[in-house]
């Protein structure tokens, strides 16, 4: 019978939940890397024993850790990110220049084809490469060397790299989002980068449509429409159906469509899961319930989901990564929150239960599907 | 040129990346300074390249503060000499994780 293995990174180290695929009764492991920050862990689409995970804290630094057998044993491989000549500047919240410096790996992104391949988004943002296993990393610095470098400026989580597309079609095709400067597209490998926002308004910056300045909290596709692309913004939920060139709402009847996290179904392209949050200076779901929403109609039309969710005193978030999907027969649909819970609906959301209710504050999840 | 056998003492997250069981034994060739501790440290653990000094620049990450006989030794300079009794193993060199939190 196949199964599932979801991999939880929190604040204070990482957790694999594993269950067959009933997804009713889980295995837990950890914590790994205790104590430490685990910004992302995520397994590689070839070889599901190859994961990688992100280790770091303000102390000791950057670390990345690879296991080879599903995570039952893990080696720790290359933590150098060096930025690729001269670093330059961007702006500080205040609107001063300070110089690029790099913090932490925010997002890991295996290869579609080579588990030895992998993409790393990092803190101040830029795109970094292995090809051996994250034995070494290499930047590609035509993101950071785009002419809009200068002004981009950091969100209130940093300014971070957080999403990574991969077209299946040809990886050549990348897409990822900087928050907060917005969506970039390279056709090309990662040499030249285009910015990808038209369509997006952003409170908060001078011109409220620019080029680039938009506080993107996560995108996602699914694999068969690698050209429609889902945005969950600070405020507003966005969809683009040409790879980017253009924009438009579709938060239609959200009660508020201030988020981080968004999904799409692994069986259905037009299918897509939010989670809204109350506002941008109150991170906890409206009226204190948690409620993910779900269309079916690629946006615009969204119902709640509730049941097996709290529908009172729920005040957690649902951060950026936090969010990811199976692709068993019943699409399963996973979250984890602030307040330390992660959630599993076996039934395409239609109903809820909390697969560990005490973990640290979760920063991120990823679920992979085993034969 | 001489060798000395110098003790270092780890902050627990980086015994438990190292794999280290208590203190660091470390045979140190020539002067004893925080560089050549360091040095000698990370050739031991490479996993613990980058964790207490940046990469490239081999500054002293902001977070990580060194001790010793009961003096802060985090602002003298790399390759100054460490004291006396850090150099014949009477003391470690304490590297420690600042204090920092509630």
């Given at each position: 019978m196949s199964g599932v293995r979801v991999l939880v990174g929190t604040r204070k180290g990482a957790f694999v939940l594993s269950s067959d695929g009933a997804r009713r009764d889980w295995d837990i492991s950890g914590?790994?890397?205790?104590?430490?920050?685990?910004y992302h862990l995520k397994g590689s689409a070839t070889d599901p024993d190859r994961l990688y995970a992100s280790q770091s804290g303000g102390w000791f630094g950057q670390l990345i850790q690879r296991s080879d057998d599903g995570g039952r044993t893990w080696t720790a491989v290359g933590n150098e990110f060096s930025y690729e000549g001269d670093a330059g500047t961007h702006q500080f919240f205040d609107g001063t220049s300070v110089p690029w410096t790099f913090t932490r790996v925010w997002h890991l992104e295996p290869s579609l084809h080579d588990p030895d391949t992998i993409y790393a988004g990092v803190e101040d943002a830029a795109l970094f490469r292995s090809v051996d296993g994250g034995g070494s990393w290499q930047e590609l610095p035509g993101l950071r060397g785009h002419g809009t470098g200068p002004s981009w400026q950091p969100g209130a989580g940093g300014m971070c790299l957080h999403s990574i597309l991969l077209d299946?079609?040809?990886?050549?095709h990348m897409t990822v989002a900087i928050s907060a400067a917005g969506t970039f597209r390279t056709d090309?490998?990662?040499?030249i980068w285009r910015a990808i926002n038209r369509g997006l308004r952003s409170e908060g910056?001078?011109?409220?449509?620019?080029e680039v300045g938009h506080c993107v909290h996560h995108i996602a596709a699914h694999a068969t429409r690698p050209d429609t692309l889902f945005m969950q913004k600070h405020w507003d939920v966005m969809r683009s159906d040409d790879g980017g060139e253009q924009w438009r709402e579709?938060?239609?009847?959200?009660?508020?469509?201030?988020g981080f996290v968004i999904d799409v179904h692994a069986h259905e392209p037009g299918t897509v899961y939010v989670v809204p949050i109350t506002s941008d200076y109150l991170h906890v779901p409206l009226d204190g319930k948690l409620r993910v929403y779900r269309s079916r109609?690629?946006?615009?039309e969204w119902e709640p989901l509730t049941r097996?969710?709290?529908?009172?005193h729920c005040y957690v978030n649902v951060l950026r990564d936090a969010m990811a999907v199976d692709s068993l027969d019943r699409c399963g649909i996973y979250f984890g929150t602030t307040g330390g819970q992660v959630y599993v609906s076996p039934d395409e959301g239609d109903t809820w239960a909390p697969?560990?209710?005490?973990?640290?504050?979760?920063l991120s999840v990823e679920v992979q599907t085993l034969p | 040129m001489t060798t000395h056998s110098v003790r270092v003492v780890l902050p627990a997250h980086l015994r438990v990346l190292g794999r280290v069981d208590g203190e660091v034994v470390l045979a140190v060739d020539g002067p004893v300074t925080q560089r050549s501790v360091l040095d000698a440290l990370e050739l031991r653990h490479p996993v613990l390249r980058g964790t207490i000094r940046e990469h490239g620049?081999?500054?002293?990450?902001?977070f990580v503060r060194f001790f010793a006989c009961e003096r802060d030794?985090?602002?003298?300079?790399?390759d100054g000499p460490l004291p006396d009794e850090v150099a014949t193993g009477a003391e470690p060199l304490l590297v420690v994780g600042a204090m920092a939190g509630g």
């Open positions: 914590p790994h890397f205790a104590g430490w920050e685990i299946p079609r040809d990886e050549a090309d490998g990662g040499r910056i001078p011109d409220q449509d620019a579709i938060s239609g009847d959200l009660p508020t469509d201030f109609t690629g946006g615009d097996g969710l709290p529908q009172e697969i560990v209710r005490d973990l640290p504050a979760v | 620049t081999l500054r002293r990450r902001a030794l985090s602002h003298e300079p790399p």
